[in-house]
């Protein structure tokens, strides 16, 4: 136990959160049980310890442990809980939770049997906590950390605090929100840098950002995929081959007899890979209004666009950047749908956005609003694209 509170301590002590991530503000911390998912490479163990920092410090009430300890190989969660809070501990956070065996019930024990104990877990956005996990049903607060927002990027690197803002807030007030910003700051001077190595924190890091952001795609797929969906190491061909095809076809409805062919299989399992691949934050499926999984997406898009740097021989168009970053933008929180009658999108089964990359020609319609790349403020239902990346 002493040297688990000593590492403990050295992670605590030298984790210097360089922004503060909006999720820390939206999550209920009285709750008992708390499950923070989220894809490979966003931060969640950079989150966990931020937040032992920031509400304990080193006081010994808190305690990170991480599962890939070679001691839980032979020492149940249970267990090591119920020790901790005898001495006094009072919240333990636990990550990449999904390595231990039976975790959900052992979980589901601890919560049962230690009532003054607070468990906050981390794990791959792979895992179904509770579809897959009905002991946790009732018991479980669930949140997603996504990667850096364009918000949370540009306070980073213009060192500034701006604030999130409401999507519906967005719509009404743009024009004032930006002019706001654009008192402190020009957004564009930041936006491409964003689109290009903005949305995993390891763009911090001193190593070349493709490369880790490659072996961060392959650890999806060989980890979050095969091992949390238990996939027989044998087919770990076919789901790269599978998302490399889906790729370099670029946003598009996917041929799935076609790739079944391909990747010589069937087309349900090519459906269940591609479920697999959002899952895992590699891919968005974007559907038609009124259509959900298992049904073919009429369009497949990289879940961010820093993925689109790293494919190669891909060359990402600028409008296949936008729809990507737009679609990101708004995955977190709203429902995104196939647009018709030349909207590009429907959000939220409400509002109709087009990408507008050239100077809007056309007259604008009611109730469609229009999306530009290049300008700092907008008029009417003429918005910004980079303001979107306030939404979190």
């Not at 090591?80 to 001495?87: I, L, M, S, W």
Request: hydrophobic residues 40%; glycine residues 4%.
């Amino acid at each position: 136990m002493e040297s688990i509170f000593r590492t403990h301590t050295y992670l605590v002590e030298h984790t210097k959160p360089l922004v503060r991530r909006h999720l820390m503000d939206e999550i209920n911390w009285d709750d008992r049980l708390i499950g923070i998912k989220g894809a490979r490479g966003v931060g969640k163990t950079t989150f966990l310890l931020e937040y032992a920092k920031e509400k304990f410090g080193t006081n010994r009430e808190c305690l990170f442990i991480n599962m890939n300890n070679f001691y839980f190989s032979s020492h149940s969660i249970v267990d090591f809980a119920d020790y901790f809070q005898r001495q006094g501990g009072k919240v333990l956070l636990i990550d990449q939770v999904f390595k231990h065996p039976c975790w959900s019930k052992e979980l589901r024990e601890c919560y049962d049997r230690f009532p003054n104990l607070k468990i906050v877990f981390a794990g791959s956005s792979v895992m179904r906590l509770k579809e897959e996990n009905p002991e946790l049903n009732g018991i479980v607060k669930s949140y997603n950390l996504s990667g850096f927002s364009f918000r949370e990027f540009l306070n980073l690197k213009a060192g500034l605090n701006l604030p999130a803002y409401a999507f519906e807030d967005i719509l009404k007030s743009h024009k004032s929100i930006s002019k706001e910003i654009i008192s402190k700051v020009n957004p564009l001077d930041y936006f491409k840098d964003y689109l290009h190595h903005g949305y995993y924190p390891f763009f911090l890091e001193k190593r070349n950002y493709s490369e880790n952001l490659l072996k961060t795609m392959n650890m999806m797929i060989e980890v979050d995929i095969l091992l949390i969906k238990q996939i027989e190491l044998k087919y770990l061909p076919k789901i790269k081959e599978l998302f490399y095809r889906l790729a370099i076809a670029g946003p598009k409805a996917p041929n799935v007899s076609q790739l079944a062919t391909d990747i010589h299989t069937s087309r349900a399992t090519v459906m269940n890979y591609i479920k697999y691949l959002a899952d895992a934050r590699l891919i968005n499926m974007v559907y038609t209004l009124g259509e959900l999984f298992p049904k073919k997406p009429a369009r497949v898009l990289l879940h961010n666009s820093n993925l689109m740097y790293t494919i190669y021989p891909y060359e990402s168009s600028l409008s296949d950047i936008y729809n990507t970053f737009i679609v990101n933008a708004l995955w977190k929180d709203h429902q995104v749908n196939e647009g018709d009658k030349g909207a590009s999108f429907v959000i939220d089964d409400k509002y109709e956005f087009k990408m507008n990359y050239k100077r809007v020609r056309e007259k604008l319609l009611k109730n469609v609003f229009y999306l530009k790349d290049d300008i700092k403020t907008g008029e009417n239902s003429l918005i910004p694209l980079w303001l979107f990346g306030f939404l979190y």
